[in-house]
C-alpha cells in the first residue's frame, strides 16, 4: 500500500511526539487538535477566523452531511474544500460514532447500520462502501474507516463482537477506497478497555495496512482515568511511523496526557460547545463568564490571550452579552477557547522538540491548580 500523506516524526519526548503530516493541501503540524466542522462549518467561525487560530485541519462528519446536503450535492457544487470555503486539509469521519448513537432508531447487521435520519425520519443504509463513497463525494483528504463502537461500559462478549465486525468492516473499507492519490485512509482500533482486544485489533488493522491509525471507542463514558489506562500502551500497538489518532478529546488536560502517552492528533466539539454555553477554557482552568462575579470585571478572561475576545473586550462585557443572549457571545468564546486550544498544541510542539514536556506539563497542572483569580 503506497502511503498517501507522509507523517515525518521530528522529535520525540518519553513517549510525547512532534511531527509534520504532509498532504497535498498543506502540512499539520503535530500534535494537532481539529475543530469539528459538523455540518460543513465550525459553529459561530468564519472559516478565515479558523485558521487565524493556527488550526491546520478540520473534521467534517459523513453521517450530517450524507443527510443535509447530501454529499451529491456537495460534490456537484465542487467538493467540500471549496463547499465551505476552507483550503486546508479536511478529515472526515466514517459516521459509525453518529449512527451508534441514534440507539432505538438503527438496526446492525454483518452488512452495515440501516438507520431513520433523526432529521426527518428518512431510511438510509450506510455501509463500509457507502461511507467509503460518501467521503469521496465530499473530497476530505484523510478518510476514516467504517466502523462499530459501542458505548461504554458495556459487556467483553459486546466488545469483541463489536471489534471482530469493525475490523471485517476495515477490510471492506480498504477495499472500496481503492487507490486514490492524495488523499489518506485511516484504520480504527477499538477493543473498549480490553488489553487483549486492543491488540488483537491493531494485529488486524496492521495486516490490512492503512496510511494510519484512530484510537477508537474511548470518550464514550469510561472516564478520564479509565481512557488514559488505555492509552498507556495502546498508541505502541500501531505503527510507530505512521499518525496516531485519539478521536472525540478532549478538554485540555485529556490532550495533554494524551500527547505524553503517543497520540499525534485529536477532535473535540468541546471548544466550540462551550463557547456557545457560556465556558471559556483558559491556562487557570474554565471560565463560567455566565457567573455574576464577572459582571463589574474589566479585565480581559486571560490577560495573557492575545485572541479577538481578550485583546478587545471585557469580562463584564462578555458577561453582558451572554445574558443578553447576543450572538456575539457565542463567537467571541469559541474564537477564545480555539485560539487557547490551538496555543496549547504549539507550546507543547515546542516542548517535545526541546525536551522540555515533563516540565511543560508540570506548568499545565500548576497553573490550574492555582485557578481563576478573582477581580481584586
Not at 481539529?34 to 462549518?41: D, S
Not at 462528519?61 to 450535492?73: G, I, K, Q, S, V
Not at 482552568?285 to 475576545?309: M, S
Not at 474564537?335 to 496549547?344: E, R, T
Request: glycine content about 10%; some cysteine; overall charge neutral.
Amino acid at each position: 500500500m503506497t502511503g498517501r500523506v507522509q507523517f515525518e516524526l521530528k522529535a520525540t519526548d518519553g513517549k510525547a511526539r512532534t511531527g509534520v503530516i504532509r498532504t497535498t493541501r498543506g502540512d499539520i503540524r503535530t500534535p494537532a487538535f481539529m475543530p469539528v466542522g459538523t455540518a460543513a462549518t465550525v459553529k459561530a467561525m468564519l472559516p478565515e477566523s479558523v485558521a487565524a487560530t493556527g488550526a491546520d485541519i478540520l473534521l467534517g462528519n459523513t453521517y450530517h452531511l450524507m443527510l443535509r446536503p447530501t454529499a451529491e450535492r456537495i460534490a456537484a457544487l465542487g467538493g467540500l474544500h471549496r463547499f465551505m470555503n476552507w483550503e486546508k486539509p479536511i478529515l472526515t469521519d466514517s459516521g459509525g460514532f453518529q449512527v451508534m448513537s441514534l440507539a432505538g432508531l438503527r438496526k446492525l447487521t454483518e452488512e452495515g447500520v440501516r438507520f431513520a435520519s433523526h432529521i426527518d425520519g428518512s431510511k438510509h443504509m450506510l455501509t463500509p462502501e457507502r461511507s467509503m463513497e460518501i467521503q469521496r463525494l465530499l473530497g476530505s483528504d484523510i478518510v476514516m474507516c467504517f466502523d462499530e463502537c459501542p458505548a461504554l461500559p458495556a459487556d467483553r462478549k459486546r466488545i469483541e463482537e463489536s471489534m471482530r465486525l469493525s475490523m471485517r468492516w476495515a477490510a471492506r473499507s480498504r477495499e472500496a477506497f481503492g487507490d486514490r492519490p492524495g488523499h489518506a485512509l485511516f484504520g480504527i482500533q477499538q477493543g473498549g478497555l480490553e488489553r487483549d482486544l486492543r491488540e488483537a485489533s491493531a494485529e488486524a488493522l496492521t495486516a490490512i495496512g492503512f496510511d494510519g491509525y484512530a484510537i477508537g471507542g474511548l470518550a464514550v463514558g469510561e472516564g478520564q482515568e479509565a481512557m488514559f489506562g488505555v492509552l498507556d500502551y495502546a498508541p505502541e500497538t500501531l505503527p510507530a511511523d505512521k499518525v496516531r489518532y485519539l478521536m472525540g478529546v478532549g478538554k485540555p488536560d485529556d490532550i495533554v496526557g494524551a500527547v505524553k502517552r503517543g497520540v499525534d492528533i485529536m477532535d473535540c466539539v468541546l471548544p466550540s460547545r462551550s463557547g456557545r454555553t457560556g465556558q471559556a477554557f483558559t491556562r487557570r482552568g474554565v471560565v463560567n463568564i455566565k457567573n455574576a462575579r464577572h459582571a463589574d470585571d474589566p479585565r480581559p478572561l486571560d490577560e495573557a490571550c492575545a485572541c479577538p475576545a481578550c485583546s478587545g473586550y471585557s469580562r463584564a462585557y462578555l458577561h453582558h452579552v451572554f445574558r443578553a443572549g447576543e450572538m456575539i457571545s457565542g463567537m467571541l468564546l469559541t474564537w477564545h477557547n480555539l485560539h487557547y486550544y490551538q496555543l496549547l498544541m504549539r507550546e507543547m510542539r515546542a516542548a517535545i522538540a526541546s525536551g522540555e514536556f515533563a516540565a511543560f506539563e508540570t506548568g499545565f497542572h500548576a497553573a490550574r491548580a492555582e485557578g481563576d483569580i478573582p477581580q481584586l
